[in-house]
């Protein structure tokens, strides 16, 4: 019988608990969605063959995309269609190669290790200035607010060149399309946000300088509208992804005092502490991983036609056993880097040099800087979005 399906977590640290049942049951299972049924992917070997590429698309306009099944317009205005409409030339996680492979092509050299190696030290100045804040207002902060959600809308501030002075109205809009109770209020921020980008990049245009928008106009490649598409792209994907991680990832080190320490004694445990942070929370769970088979084929022993939606249960895949020992302990030591916490395949996160990045300096200087640091409510008492398409805290009450 088919699964019932979108299915909810219940607690901070777990994926839904139907998922471990569901892997127990088979690599792919059948569920049923409002509009149709779908397979869904419960396994990380099966996971990464769908993720891959080959045979699939995750391009919503093939047949039997299962957005089909999921999608509702929201209630936009026709004049923020119109705007949304415009830019979506450069949102390239919705394309399949060859048309995908022009932007990857593109842009892969902005967020190689190099580059963000290079990166670092700003990110450094902006963690220090988000922790003096708090340190000069504190001893008490609401952590998702003032450092979860500032310091990735920064760093891209940082990155695409936005002026200082407009940092502010900036951050704000981001944090609106983060933060909005409905999807009026989202979409509201998301055309302010683009007409700011086009305007940003119709300057940039006359006069590139040697950084990420200005190397983009200058080896050419891109229309005006594609490059809007493109950043807004980049800001939304680097965004919501990387705040929502920064408290989840404090939270749970702040659980598990013994490895905190061992991180605090030996730095060089952090990229490793990392990764199994990614893996653990598995924040994108399916509703990124959205594709269709364009072929007939076997995966995990099932005939998959063509034309039948496919959607990857990421936070299953990634507490594995097949693919990980005692996979639902937190262990920092544990070499997690294969998990699909950032995808795999031709859509593998661009951006996740930078990510690990931002979460490794970030997580370290909290800690090394505010070594008291604790949360104040239980728990269970932690609002998180149980319901949204990445998942996060709503809120962090700490102190120290
Ligand atoms: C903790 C932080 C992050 C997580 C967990 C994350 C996760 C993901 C995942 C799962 C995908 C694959 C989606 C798919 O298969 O369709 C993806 C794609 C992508 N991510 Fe990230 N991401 C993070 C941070 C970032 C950052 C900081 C940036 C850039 C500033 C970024 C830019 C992108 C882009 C552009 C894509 C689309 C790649 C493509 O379609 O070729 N992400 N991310």
Known sequence: MAETFPVQRTCPFAPPPEYERMREQAPLVRAALPGGEVWLVTRLAEAKQ?????????????????????????????????????????????????????????????????????????????????????????????????????????????????????????????????????????????????????????????????????????????????LVGVTFLLLVAGHETTANMIPLAALTLMRHPDQLAALRADPGGWPMAVDELLRYHSIVDWVAFDRVATEDQEIGGQLVRRGEGIFVLGASANRDELAFERPDEFDVGRGARHHVAFGYGVHQCLGQNLARAELEISLRTLFERIPGLRVTVADEELPAKYDGAIFGLKAMPVTW
Not at 100 to 115: A, C, G, K, M, Y
């Open 50 to 226: 769908v993720l891959a590429g080959g045979g699939i698309s995750t391009s919503p306009s093939t047949p039997g995309h299962p957005n089909a099944a999921l999608s509702a317009d929201g209630g936009r205005t026709p004049e923020q269609h119109a705007v949304l409409g415009r830019f979506t030339a450069g949102h390239f996680i919705d394309l399949d190669p060859p048309e995908h492979s022009r932007f990857r092509r593109l842009l892969i050299p902005e967020f190689t290790v190099r580059r963000v190696k290079e990166l670092r030290p700003g990110i450094q100045r902006l963690v220090d200035g988000l922790i003096d804040d708090m340190l000069a207002q504190g001893p008490e902060a609401e952590l998702v607010e003032a450092f979860g959600l500032a310091l990735p809308s920064l760093v891209i501030c940082q990155l695409l060149g936005v002026p200082y002075a407009d940092r502010e109205f900036f951050q704000s809009r981001t944090r609106s399309i983060v933060a909005a109770r409905h999807p009026q209020e989202a979409y509201a921020a998301v055309v302010e946000i683009m007409t700011f980008l086009d305007e940003l990049i119709t300057e940039t245009e006359r006069r590139p300088q040697d950084d990420l928008l200005g190397r983009l106009i200058l080896n050419g490649g891109l229309t005006h509208d594609e």
